[in-house]
């Protein structure tokens, strides 16, 4: 599963199996790749073997054993390229409904729909197990590898322990090397066997080894949890992830599009997803079903969901949408497959906005953290990439500037804060 570390964001990064073809068998490692010096800062000058000897020391004492660590061997190869395009990932700019009309295309859920019924069985007993609709797990399953087309192409192992010793995310990458040896261990896979995306991932719904290790199930009753083949163990392990790991409330909705008012009064500060009110406000406010039809007039608490501000799509977002947000906290991912699973249930396409909403280039979203960062706000990285801290000081402007305060940029905000010269606002850095 892609994740992003910039909270929910209105860019995104595209996972490596969505444009890669899977392949069975792994090829011969290749030989090692000398390290760049910067890849054993964090480990004291320390070179790749002595790294390597010592993490094969650590699986030992987390209880892997010789066997597993032997086979592994041959694949715990340092590989420069690797960590370069853990480095250097592509970001997109893509608005949601440009996005969503891709990767939640009619086709994914017309295969989404066809899975479900193709393995009846499994999601019916995975829903009764774990309480997650079909619908989610297809969702996810669909997105994350075209239903196991699309898996990646690279030797698992060599990924995680390259990216093991570069110091980006070494803690990190370590215990998934571990956990992926865990996975040998068990009998689950073979080293040969574990192919997969650039950044380690594994199967038809991309787990990490961690995810791999504690969450896959044993569905088809072979001995192995096979989560490259087996459709069935595929169904079962990602509805155990999504309850006992994300925590999925039972019989609780997720995501629903909904109609907002033509009323210059609404209070788009509120349109947040750190803001929940019960379904009976949100009405009363003049939210409605994008047919028309009145919400349920009850204290289901519900946030509004804006991930293109007032002029795009609308949604209410439940407490289960943190699934969402916790698998992937891209906003533009998340929201994706949560839509994508409310069609493969069933509901109709959503509503597309009037006119074009316009994005602000790469660069101008750069210079508008800059200036927020001159106001006083901490906004994370300076990156482009508008997370919730970025979105959130936006939305501080807005009211400030007097504009509707949907925490979308804007040309006009842009505007208004070069003109301003981004003078610190009272308190401006706790704004959130």
Not at 387 to 415: F, H, N
Request: hydrophobic share 40%; glycine share 8%.
């Amino acid at each position: 599963m892609p994740r992003i570390s910039a909270g929910a964001t209105l860019l995104v990064l595209i996972s490596a199996p969505l444009l890669a073809l899977a392949q069975p068998i792994v090829t011969p490692a290749r030989p090692i790749v000398a390290p760049a010096p910067r890849g054993a800062t964090c480990h004291g000058g320390m070179s790749f073997d002595r790294f390597l000897a010592d993490l094969k020391a650590q699986a030992a004492k987390a209880g892997v054993s010789a066997r597993a660590i032997s086979e592994a061997s041959p694949y715990l190869v340092y590989d420069q390229s690797i960590v370069n395009r853990d480095r250097g990932q592509r970001v997109f700019g893509q608005v949601f409904t440009e996005f969503a009309g891709r990767m939640a295309a009619s086709y994914r859920m017309q295969q989404g729909q066809a899975r479900i019924r193709t393995h009846a069985a499994a999601f019916a007993r995975a829903e009764k197990e774990y309480g997650v609709p079909p619908a989610v797990i297809a969702a996810f399953w669909g997105l994350e590898s075209d239903f196991g087309a699309n898996m990646g192409n690279l030797p698992t192992l060599r990924s995680l322990v390259s990216l093991a010793y570069d110091c980006r995310r070494s803690q990190m990458f370590t215990g998934e090397t571990i956990a992926a040896l865990k996975i040998i261990d068990r009998g689950d896979l073979t080293a040969a066997e574990m192919v997969g995306s650039w950044a380690g991932e594994l199967g038809q719904t991309q787990f990490l080894p961690t995810h791999y290790f504690n969450y896959a199930v044993d569905y088809d009753n072979d001995g192995h949890r096979d989560l490259l083949r087996s459709p069935a163990d595929v169904i079962g392990s990602t509805a155990n992830y999504i309850a006992s790991g994300l925590k999925w409330r039972r019989g609780e909705p997720w995501l629903q599009e909904v109609r907002l008012p033509a009323d210059s009064s609404f209070p788009w500060d509120q349109a947040d997803l750190t803001i929940q009110l019960p379904r009976s406000k949100w009405s009363q406010l003049g939210v409605s079903y994008p047919d028309g039809r009145a919400l349920p007039s009850d204290n289901m608490p519900s946030s509004l969901l804006l991930p293109m501000g007032r002029m795009g799509p609308a949604f209410l977002a439940y407490a289960n949408f943190g699934v969402y947000t916790e698998w992937n906290n891209s906003l533009i991912y998340s929201t994706t497959a949560g839509y994508l699973a409310t069609r493969i249930a069933g509901a109709p396409p959503m509503q597309r906005p009037s006119s074009r909403v316009a994005q602000l280039p790469f660069h101008e979203l750069r210079e508008l953290q800059q200036l927020l960062v001159r106001a006083g706000f901490d906004v994370g990285k300076i990156d482009g990439v508008m997370g919730q801290q970025s979105r959130s000081a936006v939305k501080a402007m807005q009211i400030k500037y007097g504009l509707p305060a949907d925490s979308w940029p804007t040309a006009e905000l842009l505007a208004r804060l070069r003109g301003s010269r981004a003078q610190p606002l009272p308190h401006a850095a706790t704004a959130q």
